[in-house]
């Protein structure tokens, strides 16, 4: 794989053993922003640029034909697919809905899983509609799915990529999450760059599924990305949003969640 053989991984030394990767890599580099946890690093825009909120056009639905859905408006009184009740995801869907008019409990919503398992449900017609990102996205445009609204126009800079650590081991080791930090930069600035848009396109090619549709995830992307490489100040602002978001009407703590140090220390310029 380029990330590990040749990529900016590699060139600082984080995936240098098998033990690293097995042991640190699930308390260092997964996860979500959480309590009691540091946010070391994230990617902002894209992610959050792409997730939308679709639905399926006529399908049957057991004996039934479903109606087309329209407008957002329509949702209501629908079961609406999510990975958990209370994710992040989910927390976004909640507040999309809301602005529009359609509020908390004037529909249903059901965990059904990951993207993949609320792509399943849309087409399948066991959900009228649900937060999609690509290559999902796409699949579903492609089957007749509609987009109602993008989570970019509500959250612009929303993080889209968070990696946590509990504080203390974080400290402890504080050169290796700089490092991957250093790396996790260099990579989305690599991907970022359009010199490197047919190689981009080739990684991309096993999650899209096809090479067509490797092209059109990587275009879609490049449409949406606001910056490869947030500055702390933008990461900040971010990290405000998320807390508000997940705890309205509390003043935004957001020392509990983000520490800056890590991705001052492996890029100084983004301070």
Not at 18 to 27: A, I
Not at 68 to 81: C, P, T, Y
Not at 196 to 214: F, K
Request: glycine share 10%.
């Amino acid at each position: 794989m380029y990330g590990r053989s040749r990529g900016p991984f590699a060139r600082h030394r984080v995936l240098a053993s098998r033990r690293l990767r097995r042991r640190r890599g699930r308390r260092v580099f997964r996860g979500r922003v959480a309590r009691g946890r540091v946010h070391a690093g994230s990617r902002l825009g894209a992610a959050a640029r792409r997730a939308r909120t679709r639905r399926v056009r006529s399908r049957p639905h057991g004996r039934r034909q479903r109606p087309e859905i329209a407008s957002i408006g329509e949702l209501r009184g629908k079961d609406l697919g999510v990975d958990a009740i209370e994710s992040g995801y989910a927390t976004l869907l909640y507040d999309i809905l809301g602005r529009r008019g359609v509020a908390r409990g004037s529909y249903r919503p059901v965990a059904v899983g990951g993207t993949a398992q609320r792509l399943d449900a849309l087409l399948a017609g066991s959900i009228a509609g649900a937060m999609l990102a690509p290559p999902h996205d796409l699949r579903a445009l492609a089957e007749g799915a509609r987009v109602l609204a993008s989570a970019a126009d509500d959250f612009p800079g929303y993080p889209g990529v968070t990696v946590a650590a509990r504080r203390s081991w974080a400290r402890d080791h504080h050169d290796l999450v700089t490092r991957y930090c250093r790396a996790l930069l260099a990579g989305a600035r690599w991907a970022a760059d359009r010199a490197n848009r047919e190689r981009v396109i080739e990684l991309l090619g096993p999650e899209a599924g096809s090479p067509n549709a490797a092209v059109a995830m990587y275009e879609a992307e490049d449409r949406a990305r606001e910056v490869a490489a947030p500055t702390l100040a933008q990461a900040h602002a971010a990290m405000v949003r998320v807390v508000e978001l997940r705890h309205p009407g509390r003043p935004p703590e957001v020392e509990r969640y983000f520490d800056p140090l890590f991705t001052a220390s492996a890029d100084p310029a983004l301070a």
